[in-house]
T-cell receptor, first 109, second 114 residues
């Protein structure tokens, strides 16, 4: 399984974009990058996933570098409700997910 | 808009009791999973099921068993609860149908074994 590295924590000002980095230098060609978040005392929530191309949905954008060794999750206009632990996971599609420690994001007013 | 429902939010059981944690999903998903989450250890996979009556061990199956008699329901069983099984338990489901979106998790059951 490809291993991911995320910063343990980061702060963001409300209304600003939050850019969450993830390194996955050992990713293989058929592995997807998934992002989830977990708000305190709730189950994790799916955000977005991608293989090679950049992806955007109503929650966030995912930028994957051309060599696929790293990616960035972008929350375009962070709100206080975006305060959560964010997990970057690399997996073959259809296989079970493993969650690491993630990045604790605190959005400040 | 509830999609994965776990039967209890909080549960307190005594050591040695047999404990059943129930999970129901209404999305007709083929795959279901049970995780436990502990501070500093992240989410760890206990068991998963790819289809009805099928089950596979995850990373930490010891002390647990599961049952999947119907597609929508996946039960986690603690045969004889111990204090080291005090934890947050999370159920999730996922479809096999492309484009293979992510897991949907329940809200979790916080189990305390005394």
């Amino acid at each position: 399984d490809a291993k991911t590295t995320q910063p343990p924590s980061m702060d963001c000002a409300e209304g600003r974009a939050a850019n969450l980095p993830c390194n996955h230098s050992t990713i293989s060609g058929n592995e997807y990058v998934y992002w989830y978040r977990q708000i305190h005392s709730q189950g994790p929530q799916y955000i977005i996933h991608g293989l090679k191309n950049n992806e955007t949905n109503e929650m966030a954008s995912l930028i994957i570098t051309e060599d696929r060794k790293s990616s960035t999750l972008i929350l375009p206009h962070a709100t206080l409700r975006d305060t959560a632990v964010y997990y970057c996971i690399v997996r073959v599609a259809g296989y079970k997910l493993s969650f690491g420690a993630g990045t604790t994001v605190t959005v400040r007013a | 808009d509830v999609k994965v429902t776990q039967s209890s939010r909080y549960l307190v059981k005594r050591t040695g009791e047999k404990v059943f944690l129930e999970c129901v999903q209404d999305m007709d998903h083929e795959n279901m999973f049970w995780y436990r989450q502990d501070p500093g250890l992240g989410l760890r996979l206990i068991y998963f099921s790819y289809d009805v009556k099928m089950k596979e061990k995850g990373d930490i199956p010891e002390g647990y068993s599961v049952s999947r008699e119907k597609k929508e329901r996946f039960s986690l069983i603690l045969e004889s609860a111990s204090t080291n099984q005090t934890s947050m338990y999370l159920c999730a489901s996922r479809t096999n149908t492309p484009p293979n979106y992510g897991y949907t998790f329940g809200s979790g059951t916080r189990l305390t074994v005394v």
